[in-house]
């Protein structure tokens, strides 16, 4: 059993065969408080205010890494975690 309030990983799927792009899928499972729902919070699996996810103001999770900007996605299915130097990670929620 989880402890309320926490997540675990249970499954993680990486995708190589495209070049100069990983994709991974992650699925995790979520013991969360009332008013609560699995979200991201720097970029590891968390309990977040469940508004966010009804709204879809998927920043407000804080999903990102120390150092990195997020910017939802034009039609809201994600965000995208871009750092200084550049490199932008782009997650989509399904």
Do not use: F
């Not at 070049?19 to 699995?38: E, L, M, N, S, Y």
């Not at 968390?46 to 996605?73: F, N």
């Not at 039609?75 to 130097?85: V, Y």
């Amino acid at each position: 059993e989880l402890e309320v309030g926490t997540c675990e990983i249970t499954a993680l799927d990486w995708d190589l065969s495209h070049p100069r792009r990983t994709i991974a899928q992650q699925t995790a499972r979520c013991a969360c408080r009332r008013g609560q729902a699995a979200g991201t919070a720097r970029a590891k699996p968390a309990c977040v205010d469940a508004r966010l996810i009804a709204s879809r103001q998927w920043c407000g999770m804080e999903p990102c890494e120390e150092g990195e900007q997020c910017a939802l996605l034009q039609n809201r299915s994600g965000w995208s975690c871009t750092r200084q130097l550049g490199r932008i990670k782009t997650i989509t929620v399904s």
